[in-house]
């Protein structure tokens, strides 16, 4: 018998109990709204990765283009010995660009991410490509208080949170956030990328890609209430909207009843009414002002900012 299989079956049973809990109140509340992390199962995540190659989505592209040209001087900002945690780890690619601006015995990397199966398999792969590099992955919510292994003797702590995944957090979630990371990065700083607000043609564009794929991404998460909760609903029943609101500075995605119609779950059903939405993400736009004075807000004193020749999209270093 393998032990990896008894493993991993009760967490994946927890999981979808978890799931199945989230949706019911999600579609039990008005209006009807669900957290984006459902989105990343294993066919979100791909759909995902190809949104990141998609033309029309910027944040990636211009983000790579940031590393690329600077991390020279982002190393160097965060100084000799660090040890460096990265929130969210994912795939690890971004970080690779760091890493490589840093002597390979000046620091300590520590990938937090959720996904245990995920993170062990990216480190495997950067520990092949990085021979000598010392990694300590943490598998962890880094949205929870969780503990860091402790920092190397004569070493500065320094954390990189990429993507303008942050902005996936409300104002009051990112708040706490910035507090966290504050408290546990004090003494070195903070390396964080944010999508920048913009005309919203581009915004829409981004997020209303033509070949489909965000449509399908953000269909997913009731594909994978189908497939993994046995959830029912016509297959026609629900489009993709996403659209910037100006008041909020964000973008939000959306499932659209195409008619009026019920999902079953669990012998429950939920009516939606024609054009009813379940609100499936919110992807907060913000200034470098504006966010410099809430991570100021939070512990963070504002160092240098990393931006493209349109202003699209910022790295900026924090230090705490
Ligand atoms: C991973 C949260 C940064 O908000 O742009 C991409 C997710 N949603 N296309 C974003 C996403 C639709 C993405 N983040």
Redesign the pocket.
């Known amino acids: 018998m393998k032990p990896g299989i008894e493993w991993r079956a009760p967490r994946a049973d927890a999981e979808a109990a978890q799931f199945a809990a989230d949706l019911h109140a999600a579609l039990a509340r008005t209006p009807k709204a669900i957290s984006p992390k459902y989105f990343y199962d294993e066919a979100g995540s791909r759909l995902f990765e190809q949104?990141c190659e998609l033309p029309e989505?910027y944040?990636t592209h211009t983000e790579l283009a940031l590393l690329q040209r600077h991390a020279r001087d982002m190393a160097a900002q965060m100084g000799h010995r660090v040890q460096l945690v990265e929130y969210g780890a994912g795939a690890l690619r971004k970080v690779r660009l760091l890493l490589g601006a840093m002597p390979r015995d000046s620091v300590q990397f520590v990938p937090v991410d959720i996904s245990g199966p995920h993170l062990l398999g990216a480190c495997d792969g950067l520990a092949a490509d990085m021979p000598g590099l010392d990694i300590q992955p943490l598998v962890a919510d880094f949205t929870r208080p969780h503990s860091l292994p402790p920092c190397p003797a004569g070493a500065r702590r320094v954390g990189f949170f990429p993507?303008?995944?942050i902005?996936?957090f409300t104002p009051a979630e990112a708040d706490a956030f910035l507090r966290l990371a504050a408290g546990e990065l004090a003494g070195g700083g903070l390396l964080i990328g944010i999508d920048l607000v913009k005309e919203a043609s581009v915004l829409h564009a981004a997020?209303n890609d033509t070949a489909g794929v965000?449509a399908a991404?953000n269909l997913n998460v009731l594909e994978r209430a189908r497939r993994e909760l046995g959830a029912e609903f016509p297959d026609d029943g629900f489009e993709h909207l996403a659209f910037y609101n100006p008041a909020y500075r964000r973008i939000e995605?959306h499932l659209r009843a195409t008619r009026p119609l019920s999902l079953q779950l669990d012998g429950q059903h939920y009516d939606f009414h024609e054009g009813e939405t379940l609100h499936t993400?919110h992807?907060h736009k913000y200034t470098v002002a504006g966010f410099q004075a809430m991570a100021a807000r939070a512990g963070f004193e504002p160092g240098t900012v990393w931006t493209d020749a349109n202003g699209w999209f910022a790295l900026l270093w924090l230090r705490s």
């Open positions: 949104i989505y944040p993507g303008s995944s902005g996936n997020y965000t991404f995605m993400e992807s």
